[in-house]
């Protein structure tokens, strides 16, 4: 049948409607906006990668949107943070020792705007707490050290900026611009070195992993010591001016290969996974000093790699890189309880959570190149594949981080 041209128009608006009311819903659909850092892409001198997704509210599916991958804006990506106000991402490219701040835009994509060097060598590990980024270096720095003669590892202390100081800076310049690092007076540096007293001069402090409680705020390090294999978690106040002080018993032996370290929201406890004991050393923080929780020790799948609490301490995610999976506890004074183990990509390395429902949980998996998804039944702490999980990443990914749709700035 042959419509005449009257009705092919109001057929075509209405088509035209039809497709706009769906792209409008798909669009409200995304509930958050997640990035991972892939640290290899094609030749051996380029720069890696961030992947953007979009999550689903309703499926929790992790798809990449149009525009991804973006440059990390160096070599070798291994970290990355979110700025305070969600409106900026902080990303560490281990071989340039440097960090790239992002704008994120209102549709999740990425804007570089500025690049810092750390002040030591190698970075490895970021974390955000109040108005201060904390980067952790492999290596302090030269002419000290380097990879030929290591030596023990260190943390620095950047400011972020609001835009009146950033403005003040350098012109034109955005609000969560980084400032510059902060000194320790004690040995005229911008750093602290990762120390412990009466340690031999061969002793080197490889640090692994860095998280900042939101009571204090305390900054805790994990990390080991090469030369007698024994793990430690080093201990920092920070000041209300950023600069840091080692807490009471600092630093506190934790095991033998601490892998990662996490807080819960409250800053009331502190969990470290050591890959080598396939343990989770629980702890309370009174004052900054660590006491053992009760029942520490949990035990966790094969060679734990990463460790992450919902929004509200209730459940307890590890992500076990030998097996493959992620393990869930629940959280109760502090005490991990296992629920259950759900299989993932290939060797997980890092765990993200959506911080607008808490909801959907993701890792990425560096063997397995790919991002997968689940959804939290917040009732029973059990876990459901996202739709279409996992999804495919750049190649090797590292580190995860998520905002809230709808808080950039752009």
């Not at 097996?323 to 290939?346: A, E, H, I, Q, W």
Request: charged share 10%; net charge negative.
């Amino acid at each position: 049948m042959k419509l005449n041209k009257p009705i092919q128009l109001l057929a075509i608006s209405a088509a035209s409607l039809l497709a706009a009311f769906f792209l409008s819903a798909c669009a409200t659909l995304t509930v958050d906006f997640v990035y991972v850092t892939s640290a290899q892409a094609a030749g051996p001198n380029s720069y890696g990668e961030v992947d953007v997704y979009e999550i689903n509210s309703e499926s929790g599916r992790i798809r990449r949107i149009v525009t991804s991958p973006f440059p990390s804006g160096g070599r070798n990506p291994v970290a990355e943070a979110v700025s305070p106000d969600e409106a900026d991402l902080y990303v560490a490219n281990r071989d340039d020792n440097s960090i790239v701040q992002f704008v994120i835009g209102n549709d999740g994509k990425l804007y570089p705007q500025n690049t810092v060097n750390t002040p030591g060598i190698f970075p490895l590990a970021t974390a955000v707490a109040g108005n201060f980024l904390y980067v952790v270096d492999t290596f302090q720095p030269l002419p000290t050290c380097s990879p030929a003669s290591p030596c023990s590892g260190a943390v620095a202390v950047f400011p972020i900026l609001n835009a009146t100081q950033a403005g003040a800076l350098k012109p034109a310049q955005p609000a969560d611009t980084l400032g510059t690092p902060l000194v320790n007076t004690a040995i005229s540096a911008s750093y602290w070195p990762l120390s412990l007293s009466g340690a031999a001069a061969s002793d080197v402090f490889v640090p692994t992993a860095v998280t900042a409680a939101s009571s204090g705020p305390y900054v805790y390090i994990a990390g080991y010591d090469s030369t007698t294999s024994l793990g430690y978690v080093f201990g920092f106040v920070s000041g209300s001016d950023g600069t840091l002080t080692s807490v009471p018993g600092s630093p506190l032996a934790v095991g033998t290969h601490p892998s990662a370290i996490a807080s819960d929201k409250s800053g009331a406890y502190l969990y470290v996974t050591d890959s080598t004991r396939d343990l989770v050393y629980g702890f309370q923080i009174n004052g900054g000093e660590l006491a053992a929780l009760s029942n520490s020790p949990f035990a966790t799948g094969g060679q734990p790699s990463a460790i992450l609490l919902d929004a509200n301490a209730k459940y307890a995610f590890v992500a076990n890189g030998q097996d493959s999976n992620l393990s869930v506890y629940s959280v109760s004074s502090g005490n991990l309880t296992r629920l259950g183990s759900y299989t993932t990509g290939t060797q997980p390395v890092a765990i993200g959570i959506d911080p607008s429902l808490n909801q959907f949980v993701f890792t990425a998996n560096f063997l397995g190149n790919s991002v997968s998804g689940f959804q939290l039944n917040s009732s029973d702490g059990s876990l459901l594949n996202s739709q279409f999980s996992p999804s495919p990443s750049n190649a090797n990914p590292t580190a995860v981080a998520a905002i809230t749709h709808g808080s950039s700035k752009k």
